[in-house]
């Protein structure tokens, strides 16, 4: 157990490390993001009452589509010297591995959101009708939901030519119940018209079971040729 823990935080602080200096997967996320941004707003009226229905899936769509960026980048970077080769060789447990990849990935996206959800408050004039909290855990539970599949698909279709491609055709389809929940729970939540509870204990069923399939697969897909 302590091994895991350690593997887990030496790769977290590597790839953060790695991050900070670069900025490669954070730059093209908050451009993808503010593009999707400036395109909608001259696309329909923010200030219409109505497009408070329409913002809580634009928002998520916008932060799906960008957060495939960084999941790209994901597993690419250990491609390099063959440093994915040597994590299959080395003693390590791979569930280590794959926590420190979807840990990472979750931070990255959740600095995406910060910086961005600013921006989408004050272009499309948002107030929150609803319980304002229940925000935080849609967001957590959501975030998550996109980041753990995205790692485990990343992982599986590292080795493929069209790598790119292949990470979107297999994530969109298995994420649409948490999508779906997450556009509800927040549009409920901004509307105030309905509880976002369902939504939530359904965004943390999703995070769990697919939490647990991924890492029970992982080790599979680490050392499939």
Not at 45 to 62: F, K, T, Y
Not at 64 to 72: C, D, E, G, I, S
Not at 188 to 205: M, N, Q, R
Request: overall charge neutral; some cysteine; glycine content about 4%.
């Amino acid at each position: 157990m302590n091994s895991l823990w350690a593997v887990m935080a030496a790769t977290l602080v590597k790839d953060i490390r790695l991050e900070w200096r670069s900025k490669d997967a954070l730059n093209s996320m908050l451009f993808f993001s503010l593009l999707v941004v400036v395109i909608f707003v001259f696309s329909f009226d923010p200030l219409a009452e109505e497009s408070r229905h329409i913002v809580g899936g634009l928002v998520w769509v916008a932060f799906l589509f960008a957060a495939v960026v960084a999941l790209n980048q994901t597993w690419a970077r250990e491609l390099r010297n063959q440093v994915l080769d040597a994590y299959r060789v080395s003693p390590a447990p791979a569930n280590a591995l794959f926590l420190a990849k979807a840990v990472g990935n979750f931070i990255f996206v959740s600095v995406l959101e910060a910086l961005m959800t600013p921006l989408f408050v004050i272009f499309y004039n948002l107030r929150v009708l609803g319980p304002a909290w229940q925000l935080i855990p849609v967001a957590v539970f959501g975030t998550w939901a996109l980041v753990v599949n995205g790692t485990f698909f990343a992982a599986m279709s590292l080795r493929t030519r069209n790598r790119e491609l292949m990470l979107p055709l297999l994530l969109f389809p298995i994420s649409i119940p948490a999508v779906i929940a997450m556009v509800a729970a927040t549009t409920s939540i901004l509307t105030g018209e309905d509880s976002a509870h369902f939504y939530i204990v359904l965004l943390l069923t999703y995070d769990v079971v697919f939490t647990t399939a991924c890492l029970a697969l992982f080790e599979k897909i680490l050392h499939a040729e």
